[in-house]
């Protein structure tokens, strides 16, 4: 069983369309991330969950929207796709308390 | 807010020598963990090993070990008879303990160190 699942694991798009990527963690945990990798391979949080509330969200676009339905899906919905969000983005879960944290394997997704 | 820098964006080691990845971060807490990640071109977050800042001893998994100079605030991997599967880009990463933030515990990383393995 596949403990943080993210789908699609690939995206191509155009510009200005809107699309989803779904994250799914079967671990128990209670808090939920999305990260940016860009091309030069810099990780940046994105946003975070901690049961369904909104506890982090850094300087991202309005277009960028998190949803959390329940503790173990977290997905991110863009708006009018642009070439600089062609990056990976990786989702993650770990517990409140605790140092783990789980990687699902990340969505490549490509502009045009 | 927590900062952590690699100085190395390369580094090389030959087969079945011993090499060390540098990582110096910056913070105000004295309670946190620091963390090594690998990602091969597989794209994957592979947890290499993980130091919880309390503890004095350096952690150890088989050919990886960390050298934690806390005062430093320097952390730094050494790896161990080199194998072509540590082909990676490796990453430092910091993550406040619950008692040190009691918010925001996101994983900040370095800006990674891409590690080659000649034959």
């Known amino acids: 069983d596949t403990a943080v699942s993210q789908t699609p694991k690939y995206l191509v798009t155009q510009m200005g369309n809107d699309k989803s990527i779904k994250c799914e963690q079967n671990?128990?945990?209670?808090?939920m991330y999305w990260y940016k990798q860009d091309s030069k391979k810099f990780l940046k949080i994105m946003f975070s969950?901690?049961?369904?509330?909104?506890?982090i969200n850094e300087t991202v676009p309005n277009r960028f929207s998190p949803k959390s339905p329940d503790k173990a899906h977290l997905n991110l919905h863009i708006n009018s796709l642009e070439l600089g969000d062609s990056a990976v983005y990786f989702c993650?879960?770990?517990?409140?308390?605790?140092?783990?944290?789980?990687f699902g394997s990340g969505t490549r997704l490509t502009v045009v | 807010a927590q900062t952590v820098t690699q100085s190395q964006p390369e580094m090389s080691v030959q087969e079945a020598e011993t090499v060390t990845l540098s990582c110096t971060y910056d913070?105000?807490?004295?309670?946190?963990?620091l963390f090594w990640y690998k990602q091969p071109p597989s794209r994957q977050m592979i947890l290499v090993i993980r130091?919880?800042?309390?503890?004095?001893q350096n952690a150890t998994e088989n050919r990886f070990s960390v050298n934690f100079q806390k005062a430093a605030k320097s952390f730094s991997l050494k790896i161990s008879d080199s194998q072509l599967g540590d082909a990676a880009m490796y990453f430092c990463?910091?993550?406040?303990?619950?008692?040190?933030?009691?918010?925001?515990?996101?994983?900040?990383f370095g800006s990674g160190t891409q590690l080659t393995v000649l034959p």
């Open positions: 993650a879960s770990s517990q409140w308390v605790g140092y783990g944290y789980t």
């Open positions: 671990l128990g945990h209670d808090t």
């Open positions: 969950y901690n049961n369904k509330e909104l506890i």
């Open positions: 913070t105000s807490e004295s309670d946190y963990y």
């Open positions: 130091q919880e800042a309390y503890k004095q």
């Open positions: 990463a910091y993550r406040s303990t619950f008692f040190s933030s009691g918010s925001a515990r996101q994983l900040t």
